[in-house]
């Protein structure tokens, strides 16, 4: 019986693969992009400081990449963001429209996280008319719960919650107070979301867990800071911040299904640039991550929603078993199979092998759709521009990586593209000595035709 090529055999024609797709498409590092890829800097400005997203990019990535390609914008730029986060990319846009007095920066950021989406929508869609009422919430929230005259908002139905260990009983019965006195001080509207949203971000530091890559962990040293303290200094940020806003924002943010602009309630427009960073296909489970946050203001109410709420991200982690639906490749399954038939074969042969599989064929079918949705909303001039990371599945003699920076690329090239620059932005020292591939890069592509 023939048992097929070695895994070694395997191993080597991924390689050999990846090698011809880098010959073949225009790959160079640029190491300006590095710092561009990560927020750095974002903890310190205005707007981007209001919540700290371990995955943001840089604000200074739009301006960049505006320089770095053709693109226009002397009067009017439009931006969109499919995989908006916490809305750096529109808060960048908007910066860049207050900067160079003139220009008209419009755009619209999709997020499917009910959370984020909040985050990115408070900083986009707030203004300074708005800082009257959310200083009064926080005046009549802090003083209610000072004098003892609120009841604590029931404890989210979240374990994570009744652990004396991760929240000190104090910390948690102060954030349940402020819960209720911002419901009961606020009329539903930007300055409730925006009290929401400096409680959420008062969540993790008043607790002894950290965010950690792919999870949260219990750090039985840390200090849990006092709960009304950090929600009263983050509240004075965000008014800081607004008191700073020159104009109203020209951006919009759409909570739905980036893959799917049409659904999301995207209007009819042509863009300059179309910016984003997917989920990574490292498995990080975006729902889990930030999930304190969802439950403790009410994104999230029961088990059943946390398990929908991760259906519908886009199939770049195994939390939970995505529908076998491949909708990006109809019509170029050939082509497509061509390009991630070598990385398929190459899954090591584990009890792993399965689920590995089809979570690359749903994550690149995924991206495919995107693109292939979004072609015609980009103008002639237009950029399609995504930042991607390469990451290492598996452990030992079973670790392999995916080149996600290529094999998006070649994609993008079946329908409509041409990969115009790979700018290779980041190797990771460690693991990028011992395995090519392993890098962050920024990817810039024309529409054709
Ligand atoms: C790498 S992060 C983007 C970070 C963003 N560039 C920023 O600076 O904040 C990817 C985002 O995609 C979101 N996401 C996952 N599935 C999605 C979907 N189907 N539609 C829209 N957003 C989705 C995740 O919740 C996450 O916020």
Known sequence: MDAGPSPEAEAHALSRHYDELDRQLPVGFDGAYGPLVVPNGN???????????????SHH???RVLRDSAIQTRRSITVLDPFLGVGTSLVSADNLGNAQGGVVARGYGIERNPFLASVARCK?????????????????ALDAVNRGRVDPAPTPGLSTFSNTSYFPRRNL???LQLRSAIERYSDPGVPRELALLCLAASIEPSSRLRRDGRALRYEAGKEPVPALQEF????????????????????????????DPQSAG?????????????????????TEIYKLEAWFVGHLE?????????????????????????????????????????????????????????????YFDDLLLTLRRYRPLIKP??????????PVHGTGAHRFVIAADILIGSLAELVGYEVEAVRVARVPARTGATLPFVRESVVFLRPTG
């Open 61 to 63: 990535l739009l301006e």
């Open 381 to 390: 001039s237009g950029r399609v521009v995504y930042v991607v990371g390469n």
């Open 232 to 259: 009263a200094r983050r509240v004075d940020v965000v008014l800081a911040d607004l008191e700073g806003r020159p104009t109203p924002s020209r951006c919009r943010v759409l909570e739905g299904d980036g893959r």
């Open 266 to 286: 995207l209007p009819n427009l042509r863009a300059d640039l179309i910016l984003f960073s997917p989920p990574y296909l490292n498995n990080i489970d975006y």
């Open 43 to 57: 903890g310190e400005l205005p707007f981007h400081r209001w919540f700290h997203f371990k995955e943001a990019f």
């Open 124 to 140: 986009v869609e707030s203004h300074r008319s708005h800082t009257p009422d959310l200083r009064q919430v926080k005046r009549r």
């Open 302 to 362: 029961s088990q059943a929603e946390f398990r929908e709420q991760r259906r519908v991200t886009l199939r770049s982690h195994p939390s939970v078993r995505f529908p076998d639906v491949y909708e990006g490749r109809q019509g170029v399954e050939r082509e497509v199979a061509q390009v991630l038939a070598p990385l398929l074969d190459a899954v090591p042969n584990t009890k792993e092998r399965n689920w590995r599989r089809r979570l690359i064929t749903g």
């Open 173 to 175: 019965v102060e954030l």
